[in-house]
Structure formats: C-alpha cells, structure tokens
C-alpha cells in the first residue's frame, strides 16, 4: 500500500479537487482524477518530503472552528483600527519572538498558516536552532498576553495532532 | 422583486471593489519602496479574483469561476516570484 | 439579471448581504493600504480581503448558482482552498523580503538576525 501509494492524504486532496473541478464523478473523471492523484503523490515521494503523521484527528474541527472564529473576530478588529486610526489612545505595532516547542516540521507549517491569515499578525521567521519564531502583531497591546495566545490557543493543540 | 434586489447589489458591489483596486492601484504607484508595490500588485489580484466572481454572479454564466481560479494561480506565483527577487537583495533603492 | 427572477427573497437577500460584506471588506483593506504608516502594518491590511472578504463572495458564489441551477455547485471551494494556503506563504514571503532588506540598509527599526543565522 505504502509502496503503491506513498501519500494517500495528498492523493485524496488531488482526487477530489479534480472531481470539483470537472462538476462530475462519471468513471472517466473518477479514473483520469485516480491516475493524476497517483501520479502526484509519486512526484512528492520522489521529492522525498518528510511524511505527516497525524493523530488525535478528534481535536481537528474544533481547531478549524476556532481558527473560524479567530479570523471573523480579528477582521472586525483590524477593520476598526483602520476606520478609527486613533482609537482607544495610541496603538503599538511590532516585533515579538515567542519560543516554541513544537519541532514537526507541518505543525510549525500549519501554526505559521492560522497566524498569518488571522488578519492582525504575521508569521516572519522561524529559528529552527533555537525554536523560537519572531511574529508581527498589528495591536501589540502585552507581550506576554501573545505568548500565552499562541501557545495556549493553537500551539497546544497542534501538537496533540502533529506529535 | 429579488432580480431587482439583487442586480442593485451586485452593481454596489462592483462600485467597492471598483474603489478598492483605486486603493491598491494608488499605493502601487506611490510605493514608497518595492515591498509596498509588490504588497499591492497582491491584493489587486485578489479583488480582481473577486470581481470576475461578481461578474459570474450578474451575468449568470459560470465560465468566470475559471477565470477567478485562474487568476489567482497567477497572483501567487508572481507575488512569490517577486518576493524571492526582493529576497536576492540586488534592488535596493 | 433576469436570470435571478426565479431565486426565493431570502436567497437573493443572503446573497446581496454576503456580496456587499465582502466587497466592503475588501474597500476596508485596501483603505488600510493607503492609511497605516509603515510596510509591516500595512501588510496586515490585505488578509482582510483574503480572508472574510474573498469568503463572503465565494459562499454568495455557491449559494447563487446552487440555486439558479437547481444543483450543488461546489467548485468555489477550490478557490477558497487555494486562497487559503497561499495567501499566508505570499505574506510570509515578503514580510521577510522586506526585513532582509530593511536590516542590509540598517535604517527603519527592526529586529537583529537570529544569532545562528549570522
């Protein structure tokens, strides 16, 4: 199985993304999408990519409604900070490091996907040496408060997924 | 009394998106450095993305979503290949 | 738009109200290009149009042609996917860009390299 099919989550992604782009899931479009699918997860074995390992699925949809959650909460707010520029007294925007201890290389890729399309921060850089990655944040109100969002909120439960 | 409803959105949401792209187009042009150009080329391919599927939604004709999906295919691979040259460090202003 | 004259008025209402949110995000976002001071804040101003903005258009997508075509019509999520993971790999792209820059030049204050990078 794992010789014939090296990355079956990716084969499915590739597969059903043929089959919404064709509107069908006639045969041809079934074994044309198959073979493609194959095809792709051949290309990312020969690339020799690390492999995903991946646990605790249970905690995953609440993630993804809470990542859902974020997004709409931290849209009204960067919405307001540019409507009303002054606002609330005077903001402060900048750099942070936060030390991570997360090390699964598609946990850091998926930690750095929540954070930089939650309007409000952005992923720079990550020091895989150290483990620390260096964050910008829009309304840096308390260093500290940051930190514990990151690694309470969405570090914790990536690694239960990732690790 | 819903086409109505609907076709007076859709035209109002041209115009914002219409204005949005002034936005980006004007930052585009003023910069002040590349990164802001480049930030701005970014988003104006994302309205226009939206755009083409607003244009879908009026026209009733579902050959814009190709042209969306396309669109921003394009849009990534330039912002990432203009980031990288950025990256190189060889136009500095 | 005489195409829309068989939608039900709930669906055309959703459909107008999703469209014009995410069109003002948009406008919202690209406002927040011309108006925060400096390139790291503003490069927090375009998720709003990847994020909720392109959302909200896309879910009106779906919901529009669902509807007028009697069928599912799913294909959006493509383009939602697509903006997902790419939105935040461009971002990340040239947010470094810019800082790589930005500490060759040594002017606008930003944070030193990591030690094991120098």
């Given amino acids: 199985m794992r010789r014939f099919l090296p990355h079956p989550l990716l084969a499915l992604f590739l597969l059903s993304a ?9 045969p041809g479009a079934v074994v044309l999408g198959g073979v493609l699918a194959v095809g792709g997860s051949w290309t990312l074995a020969s690339l020799a990519s690390p492999r995903a ?15 859902l959650v974020e997004v709409m909460r931290s ?18 925007s900048g750099f942070i490091y936060i030390p991570l201890d997360m090390r699964a290389p598609y946990g850091l890729a998926a930690l750095a996907c929540i954070l930089t399309a939650t309007p409000g921060t952005v992923w720079v850089d990550y020091d895989s040496a150290e483990g620390t990655m260096l ?21 914790r439960r990536l690694m239960e997924i990732f690790e | 009394m819903s086409a109505a409803l609907l076709g007076w959105a859709v035209l109002v949401t041209q115009f914002l998106l219409v204005a949005a792209m002034g936005c980006a187009a004007f930052r585009l042009l003023r ?41 921003t295919l394009v849009g990534f691979v330039a912002t990432a290949a203009l980031s990288k040259f950025l990256m190189r460090g060889e136009v500095i202003e | 738009m005489t195409h829309a004259a068989e939608l039900p008025a709930w669906a055309a209402l959703s459909v107008a109200v999703l469209l014009l949110l995410g069109a003002g995000l948009a406008l919202v976002g690209a406002v927040g290009l011309l108006r925060l001071g400096s390139f ?9 149009a990847t994020t909720l903005g392109i959302g909200c258009v896309l879910v009106a997508s779906m919901l529009f042609f669902s509807l007028v075509q009697s069928r599912f019509i799913l294909h959006e999520v493509l383009i939602a996917v697509l903006v997902v993971i790419t939105t935040p790999v461009t971002l990340m792209l040239l947010t470094r860009a810019a800082l790589y820059r930005d500490r060759i030049e040594g002017k606008a204050p930003v944070p030193p390299p990591p030690r094991s990078h120098r």
């Fill in chain 3, 40 to 48: 790291y804040e503003r490069v927090h101003a375009p998720t709003l």
């Fill in chain 1, 53 to 67: 390992r991946l646990r605790r699925l249970t905690v995953l949809p609440g993630l993804l409604g809470d990542v």
């Fill in chain 2, 31 to 71: 910069g002040p450095r590349a990164q802001d150009r480049v930030l701005a080329l970014d988003t104006l391919y994302v309205i226009a993305a939206m755009l083409l599927l607003v244009f879908g939604i009026r026209t009733g004709s579902p050959h814009y979503f190709e042209a969306a999906l396309l669109i």
């Fill in chain 1, 75 to 92: 849209n009204y707010a960067v919405a307001r900070i540019i409507v009303h520029p002054a606002d609330g007294g005077v903001r402060r």
């Fill in chain 1, 18 to 26: 043929w089959l919404l782009l064709m509107e069908s899931i006639s």
């Fill in chain 1, 135 to 155: 964050l910008h944040v829009l309304d840096l109100v308390d260093e500290a408060e940051w930190v514990h969002i990151v690694k309470e909120r969405w570090e």
